[in-house]
């Protein structure tokens, strides 16, 4: 379980786990294939069963860039070069082109795995022990040659410094039976870690205390990229020694020596990077083979108009584009370019309704009418009352621009598990005043209530979000009162502040089911803090569906979650989004089919190629 600190601060970058680092995480933004957050509205765009995709192409245009050289204009900055530390898309999308990891998603599978610097690997019959052969002759950017003792290394550490601001948690949980760092966890020492990660002459063997049916996706996570142990001990990183363990412990590694100076396996090595631009460029000698582009620039590009007539003018062949309403009417029809409508997204977002609000300076008086009790949301028909007055589809079509879908469980549909035969939510007023009448044995309807729901500044996605909740609550009873509070994220996300009710999504680190309801469903999962979501049942099939390896079991676990969730209604569950991709038609490789929504870039440089 990670501690409220760690999750306030982690869910910054999740609105950055597959967002980016920016404060405003909303609804309905692509920049053509990658997935960022930007300064005005914001989505993933992800894939799911496969609709059909409408193209919008139009000929003419061409990339003044050149064929070898690829410019990505970047809204925001780069938290971080060190893959130890990375946890943002935007990190991401630079290091999966310059590290590896062990195994990666097949195509554009969501479970298939194949192996990348391991070339095959066995578990014992409980999955409690793997064993990786790796890839022989590959070759750092420094000119050393790949050995198990740099995968050694490389988990090691993520593992003694597991910072707040990496993922480094959810590998711990698989290794360690936590996802807590030494320092907050004194049953961390370094006889666990050095046992739990082992080379067996030149095999990787990793022990697990238990069973863990994520593990082999976790790996696939850029976040455990193999790193070069001979030159991060050169230029300072740790060295490997448990000896020197403490020094390390929750270390914040955003500005690394490793960061600044990297050596990775991958098709790029990093040439430089500073505050405006990253430039990577091929290594002669990756093992994969050489690359057709040559050159890969990000530049950041603060404003939107700049970033699309770069697009529109060949002067950039990827962008931060902005919303799906920028998308559609400022750059599709474009001389040059194709647009498509891409699939639903891999994320989950939903209002949290805070069940426990002692100590909440939110909450007006604390009292009926001018404020709320500290056990308003705890009562279910006041949580039933609030889900059956927020009205989808409403939201679809002025968020959406009618390009959303609704979801019943805050679980990507093509996930293990996800129940198309759960109830879906939908408004129903009458039901909503009826629950809302009931509640907390009459006493909200006969005082009535002023809640206080925060959003982030700058997200109108949001903000429409919670007027159309605002404006039925209100109809209902002349005595309710939703105040919409606008406010900075750093206030939102500060540990010591507590929200009756905000946003709350997340996109995922691994593709496993667990990593979205652990999250958002347990009573010591990642928003436990914001949520007090404390169901015993769910907490025990969730603990038994992470358990098991057995598919048919999990999905059955995972569909009694989803029912249980849903007639509890411990969300208000948002549509997610159809994303939209914009492209120069001289790129090639840019396809859906081509695509894996696991990769923070959507694909890889090397797979790409331009045709002037």
């Known amino acids: 379980m990670k501690k409220p600190a760690i999750l306030l601060t982690t869910l910054a970058l999740m609105l950055a786990a597959c967002n980016d680092t920016t404060q405003t995480t909303t609804e309905t933004t692509t920049d053509a294939g ?14 799911t069963a496969t609709p059909e995709a409408t193209n919008a192409v139009t000929e003419g245009g061409g990339s003044k860039t050149g064929k070898e050289n690829y410019v990505y204009m970047a809204s925001s900055d780069l938290p971080t070069l060190d893959p130890g530390n990375t946890y943002d898309t935007a990190s991401g999308a630079v290091l999966e082109n310059v590290y590896e990891t062990l195994v ?23 999955g409690t022990e ?10 750092f950017h420094s000119g050393n040659t790949m050995t198990c003792a740099d995968a050694e290394y490389t988990f090691q550490r993520n593992l003694v410094t597991n910072s707040a601001e990496s993922g480094n948690w959810f590998f711990a949980e698989s290794l360690l039976g936590t996802g807590a760092n030494a320092n907050d966890d004194d049953t961390v020492t370094w006889e666990r870690i050095d046992n739990a990660v082992q080379c067996d002459g030149e095999t990787l063997v990793f022990t697990l205390p238990k069973t863990d049916p994520a593990f082999l996706s976790k790996l696939a996570y850029t976040g455990q990229s193999i790193v070069d142990s001979k030159h991060a001990i050169e230029i300072g990183e740790w060295d490997g020694t448990g000896d020197t363990m403490a020094d390390w412990v929750g270390v914040d590694l955003s500005g690394s020596a490793l960061s600044k100076d990297a050596s990775g396996t991958g098709a790029y090595r990093l040439a430089s990077s500073d505050a405006t631009n990253t430039t990577l460029t091929a290594f002669e000698d990756y093992w994969g083979g050489a690359p057709a582009i040559k050159n890969w620039v990000r530049q950041i590009v603060p404003e939107d108009s700049s970033r699309i007539q770069a697009l529109l003018s060949g002067d950039a062949d990827l962008i931060d584009a902005g919303s799906r309403e920028v998308v559609e009417t400022q750059i599709a029809g474009q001389p040059g370019i194709s647009v498509m409508d891409t ?17 909440s300076q939110n909450i007006g008086s604390g009292n009926w009418g001018d404020g709320v009790p500290t056990n308003f949301f705890a009562d279910a028909q006041m949580r039933e009352c609030f889900v059956k007055a927020f009205d989808s589809d409403a939201y679809i079509e002025q968020v959406q621009r009618g390009k959303g879908e609704k979801m019943n469980f805050l679980l990507p549909k093509s996930f293990l598990g996800y129940d198309e035969s759960v109830p879906y939510q939908s408004v129903d007023l009458e039901g909503a005043q009826a629950a809302c009448e009931a509640a907390h044995g009459g006493a909200a309807w006969e005082n009535g209530f002023t809640l206080n729901a925060a959003i982030q500044e700058n997200a109108p996605t949001l903000q429409t979000a919670m007027e159309i909740l605002k404006a039925n609550i209100e109809q209902m009873n002349p005595k309710f009162r939703v105040n919409i509070v606008t406010k900075p994220w750093s206030e939102i996300i500060d540990s010591s502040n507590v929200e009756a009710m905000v946003y709350g999504g997340w996109a995922p680190d691994y593709a496993d089911p667990d990593n979205f309801v652990h999250t958002m469903y347990h009573s010591e999962g990642y928003y436990a803090p914001r949520t007090h979501i404390s169901d015993p049942e769910i907490d025990g099939w969730i603990d038994e569906a992470r358990s098991t390896i057995d598919e048919a079991e999990r999905k059955a676990l995972y569909s009694q979650i989803a029912n249980k969730a849903a007639a509890e209604n411990y969300y208000i569950i948002l549509p997610n989004a159809i994303g939209i991709m914009a492209t120069p038609n001289n790129v090639q490789g840019r396809t859906l089919e081509t695509r894996n929504q696991m990769r923070a870039g959507g694909w890889l440089i090397r797979d790409l190629s331009k045709t002037e």
Not at 343 to 359: F, K, P, V, W
């Open 104 to 126: 990666a998603y097949k195509g554009s599978s969501l479970t298939d795995l194949e192996g990348l610097l391991a070339t095959e690997w066995e578990a014992n019959a409980d």
């Open 130 to 139: 793997y064993r990786f052969t790796l890839r022989p002759d590959v070759k």
């Open 343 to 359: 699939t639903t997204d891999l994320s989950a977002r939903g209002l949290i309704m805070n069940q426990d609000l002692e100590g």
């Open 34 to 47: 990658e997935t960022t957050t930007q300064t005005t509205e914001t989505t993933e765009t992800t894939e």
